[in-house]
């Protein structure tokens, strides 16, 4: 098996800020492995939090260490391969992207795409929810009116709050994007770890008033404390995303919170993600999934589990001005996997 590694660099329309800064290009890491004559391709991109920060140098140096191992292997041999990543000490990212490369090998040599393999139900899709970054309102406003030109048939709604001018300025914001779309009653709300308790517990209550649905990391990562004080008392579930990377994260939260944010740059690859699917099941929680700077080809890898996820976020590469992939088509406010072996990614552009 060969591996070869690419970097490529997305510009987004719409610059993304949220409480820990604002991103407005990234260059990921686009991963395509060879075997047989059939190609399968995966996508890192970075990220960070803390001291699991992953940059994509980082990633690359990492995938590019390991290609020389990979070429006695076959895709088929993804239990050893996923071992050897770990015993190479490969960050989250990188193995998510060969991950996902092995997955739609194997989906492009059966001639399947990967929801009819795994036998999923893309009716059961859930509708992936558009993001609002932190803005003064007026500039909310804006960004929802343009992203309803884009996209009319936009369903749900992510806000982001958290922002250092407090929680006073969050309010205002929400409420002045509420005003653009009161036609969208599916609004959550993600702080980033930007309250604090007392501000979490405050805001669970408004919000509750102001019927959204659920709120997303609202303390920050290393909290997690703090979070059945505001599980018992808050009127809206609690999900949690900086919070859990992977399955052995799901059950010291179990009692804390309500559901989990799944992102494969956190998780490692689908195949993980399947694990913290099953092991959040097992614990009574509620399932998202959510992105990065990701591209068609990250959001449509997950797009194939989304029928078992109660609520989506994969809306990341509807914001870039320049993705070098075509893939999941974004239909009555789903993001829906076509009938296209493997992934069912194409390439609609060459990178300089």
């Excluded at 970054?133 to 996209?151: F, S, T």
């Excluded at 740059?265 to 689908?270: C, H, I, N, Q």
């Amino acid at each position: 098996m060969q591996l070869r590694v690419q970097l490529f660099t997305v510009h987004k329309r719409f610059p993304l800020t949220i409480s820990r800064g604002t991103t407005a290009r990234t260059t990921n890491v686009w991963v395509t492995i060879e075997h047989e004559g059939v190609e399968g391709w995966g996508e890192a991109s970075p990220f960070s939090i803390g001291e699991h920060s992953q940059t994509t140098e980082a990633i690359a140096r990492s995938l590019q260490k390991i290609a020389p191992l990979l070429k006695a292997l076959s895709p088929f041999e993804c239990q050893r391969i996923e071992r050897l990543m770990l015993d190479a000490g490969l960050p989250s990212g990188a193995r998510a992207a060969l991950d996902i490369a092995l997955h739609d090998w194997i989906g492009k040599w059966a001639k399947q795409p990967l929801w009819q393999l795994w036998g999923l139900d893309r009716d059961r899709i859930a509708p992936t929810s558009i993001t609002i970054g932190i803005n003064p309102p007026e500039v909310a406003q804006q960004r929802l009116k343009a992203w309803l030109e884009q996209v009319p048939t936009i369903r749900a709604l992510k806000i982001k709050l958290g922002g250092p001018a407090g929680i006073e300025a969050d309010q205002a914001m929400l409420l002045a994007v509420q005003t653009v779309a009161p036609h969208i009653d599916q609004i959550s709300v993600d702080a980033n770890g930007g309250w604090s308790l007392e501000e979490a517990l405050k805001m669970s209550y408004w919000l509750a008033e102001q019927g959204i649905t659920y709120i997303e990391q609202p303390l920050a990562k290393g909290q997690e404390g703090d979070l059945p004080a505001l599980y018992r008392e808050s009127p809206l579930p609690i999900f949690v995303d900086e919070s859990c990377f992977t399955s052995y994260d799901i059950p010291p939260l179990a009692d804390r919170v309500h559901g989990i944010n799944i992102k494969l740059m956190k998780a490692g690859g689908l195949t993980e993600a399947w694990r913290m699917i099953h092991t959040a099941r097992a614990c009574g929680l509620k399932i998202m999934f959510g992105c990065y700077s990701d591209s068609p080809l990250l959001n449509t890898a997950f797009a194939h589990l989304s029928p078992l996820a109660d609520y989506l976020d994969l809306d990341s590469h509807l914001n870039l001005l320049d993705a070098p992939f075509l893939g999941a088509s974004f239909q009555n406010g789903r993001l829906r996997p076509d009938e296209q072996p493997g992934l069912g990614v194409l390439r609609v552009r060459d990178e300089g």
